[in-house]
């Protein structure tokens, strides 16, 4: 379960501990203190964003939407390859990766908010590892919480680096697992009380319906940017075997705009190929689209099946298994972290990466065995209401006033 938020901080520029006891940041940063008691504290996200598509720019959509109180306004610093134009009002400056004038007017523009939450994967920010990020967040002088979605358990050198002066620089770590957060305590040295768990966002469907499935062709989904990694190759070889129940996997999605950049549609072709070559052309279907929330809402609640053949062994977050449990769908996942953590108390069936016979087996199970899908999404429906979008920005709207009230404090009047 996530922890439990304290309701009294400190933040630790100048040097402070109290109940989240965070005093990470260097004693040479003084905290601005912005607070009004009047109003709700504002906040500035840092991060990719709309119409960027990728999964971090639709969680600070998300996050932003569900943190927007009319009066503490909540602004986007978007990070970009290339400038362009401003796509909303929310967005208050980009960040061009490579542009020292960019950095320097996001710090600026981050800085007049009261608190500011920064969404950190290596693969978006510029320099070696992303590490153009530690320029921005060091600069900063307003509370920060820093949202980690990858923790690697095997970094490199630079990317270990890059994490503990992150570490350094937070106010307040959020992760989305229990695993990565213990892997922040055990690998990168973190103190315990500086590191929270909030679980991923994700789209509220209303009541659950448990539902018996359809006598129709039961429908498979997997959906999310597509390259390399996701396994997809390991979901087809598993469809022979199921021939007998006439399912439709259906594979939705663009192909990643980094993968497309470097090698163009070769694993989406190649998948296609896969297909005919195990003789289930008529079975697999893939749909290049990027829907929006509503379409992709409505998508998953049709789905018997979400599968997640993911190949990775290191990630510790998943938006499109949160989204699968919130909607009440049961859920087949390889064994990466987030879904080890989320699914074996009832959601869903891990198996073996690369594995396709027990991809097919746990398939087959989730569609003939009598009760079994219906007991998924029972235990689905317990877990949504935490999940929820609603409650995830709560939680951070929580901590962020906290700290811009601790930082009043320490200040003085």
């Known amino acids: 379960m996530p922890m439990t938020v304290p309701m009294t901080v400190t933040a630790h520029r100048p040097a402070g501990t109290a109940a989240l006891h965070i005093s990470a940041r260097g004693p040479a940063r003084d905290i601005e203190a912005h607070g ?56 208050v400056a980009h960040l061009v990766n490579g542009s020292a004038d960019s950095a320097q007017s996001a710090v600026r523009h981050l800085n007049e908010f009261d608190a500011v939450v920064v969404q950190h994967e290596y ?58 957060r213990r892997r922040l305590l055990q690998s990168y040295a973190a103190e315990p009380a500086q590191v929270i768990v909030i679980p991923h966002g994700a789209v509220d469907h209303g009541p659950i319906r448990i539902r018996h499935r359809s ?33 439709r996997y259906l594979v939705i999605g663009k192909t990643h705009p980094k993968v497309l950049e470097h090698d163009h549609e070769a694993y989406r072709e190649g998948l296609l190929r896969r297909a005919k070559l195990r003789g289930v052309s008529d079975i697999v279907e893939f749909d290049d ?88 999404s029972a235990s689905a429906a317990q877990k949504a209401p935490d999940l929820l979008w609603g409650a995830v920005a709560g939680r951070y709207r929580q901590i962020a006033e906290a700290l811009v009230s601790a930082a009043a404090l320490a200040v003085g009047p």
């Open 123 to 180: 693969g978006i920010y510029g320099g070696a590892d992303g590490c153009d990020v530690l320029d921005i967040v060091e600069a900063l002088t307003v509370p920060t919480i820093i949202v980690f979605h990858t923790v690697l358990q095997e970094p490199t050198q630079g990317q270990r680096q890059i994490l503990q002066r992150l570490l350094h620089c937070a106010d307040v770590v959020v992760t989305m697992t229990e695993t990565a």
């Open 289 to 376: 689209s990027y829907l929006g929330v509503t379409e992709l809402a409505n998508l998953v609640e049709q789905a018997d099946v979400v599968l997640l053949p993911y190949d990775s062994r290191e990630q510790v977050t998943s938006g499109v298994l949160i989204e699968a449990v919130a909607a009440g769908r049961p859920v087949v996942s390889t064994a990466f972290p987030h879904a080890i953590e989320l699914l074996t108390d009832g959601p869903g069936l891990v198996v073996p990466q690369r594995d396709p016979i027990a991809l097919e087996s746990a398939l087959r199970r989730v569609l003939c065995e009598p009760g079994l899908a219906e007991s998924m």
């Open 215 to 247: 006598t129709g062709r039961p429908l498979i989904l997997t959906w999310g940017l597509l390259g390399p990694g996701k396994g997809i190759e390991w979901a087809i070889d598993a469809m022979p075997g199921l021939r007998d129940l006439r399912p």
């Open 36 to 91: 009004d008691p009047a109003r709700s504290s504002t906040i500035g996200l840092l991060s990719t964003y709309p119409p960027t598509q990728c999964g971090l720019a639709t969680f600070t959509a998300a996050l932003r939407e569900h943190l927007n109180v009319p009066t503490g306004r909540v602004g986007v610093v978007r990070v970009v390859d290339q400038q362009e134009s401003h796509p909303g009002p929310e967005v």
